[in-house]
Nanobody
Framework: QVVLGESGGGLVQAGGSLRLSCAASGITFSIDAMGWYRQGPGKQRESVATITSGGTTNYGDSVKGRFTISRANAKSAVYLQMNTLKPEDTAVYYC?????????????WGQGTQVTVSS
């Protein structure tokens, strides 16, 4: 069973920074991508950042230039450095991992970590 452990959330003032971490255990497949989604109060879940096994990154428009995703392949871990945080970044941030083992696809999610940005 895949377990994703997230950490690093918290309360920060606008303009501040936070670094989220996510470590995956129980991986029995080849990882294609890892990343982060978020869901703010009263909002739909949105993609924040994704990084593929080859290192290709993709960011949501609202975080480009402020957030940076990175990955430690050997540790099946992914990180999200969040700078110049804004109140609208307030959300629960969820880590995910996608992969495959032959024809079987895998898609697992963490429990989420709260990020609150005060104005």
């Amino acid at each position: 069973q895949v377990v994703l452990g997230e950490s690093g959330g918290g309360l920060v003032q606008a303009g501040g920074s936070l670094r989220l971490s996510c470590a995956a255990s129980g991986i029995t497949f080849s990882i294609d991508a890892m990343g982060w989604y978020r869901q703010g109060p009263g909002k739909q879940r949105e993609s924040v950042a994704t990084i593929t096994s080859g290192g290709t990154t993709n960011y949501g428009d609202s975080v480009k230039g402020r957030f940076t995703i990175s990955r430690a392949n050997a540790k099946s871990a992914v990180y999200l450095q969040m700078n110049t945080l804004k109140p609208e970044d307030t959300a629960v941030y969820y880590c995910f991992v996608r992969g495959s083992n032959g024809p079987r696809k895998y898609d697992s999610w963490g429990q989420g970590t709260q990020v609150t940005v005060s104005s």
